[in-house]
Nanobody, 131 residues
């Protein structure tokens, strides 16, 4: 699975951005997808993830209620709608995919939170939120 992220930019606090990640290959509908972010001097943090069939969604606490992740398997694309942005959301955002079938019937309900648990990565897209 090859991933191509887009949609980053500069926005004022309180504004919105919509990130997209287009995937190549038929395997997209068989992988969970998610967004990580990394700011200078910090580790890569899981922001949101959606399971293979879209049954389960996880958000890190700091973005709950402001960000929305979704996937369109027909278009091989995952989105991250970011509203009410804050300066602390400033980071490079990465889309990622994993063969971990979390959150579906008969599988673990726990989302894979660590970068080492993810199999595919797109290039990052910079999101900068000014105060």
């Amino acid at each position: 699975v090859q991933l191509q992220a887009s949609g980053g930019g500069l926005v004022q606090a309180g504004g919105s951005l919509n990130l997209s990640c287009a995937a190549s290959g038929r395997a997209f509908r068989h992988v969970a997808v998610g967004w990580f972010r990394q700011s200078p001097g910090k580790g890569r943090e899981l922001v949101a993830t959606i399971s293979v069939l879209g049954t389960s969604i996880y958000y890190t606490d700091s973005v709950e209620g402001r960000f929305t992740i979704s996937r369109d398997n027909a278009r091989n694309t995952v989105y991250l709608q970011m509203n009410s942005l804050k300066p602390e959301d400033t980071a490079v955002y990465y889309c990622s995919a994993t063969h971990n079938t979390w959150g579906e019937a008969g599988t673990t309900p726990t989302a894979p939170a660590f970068p080492k648990d993810w199999d595919y990565w797109g290039q990052g897209t910079q999101v900068t939120v000014s105060s």
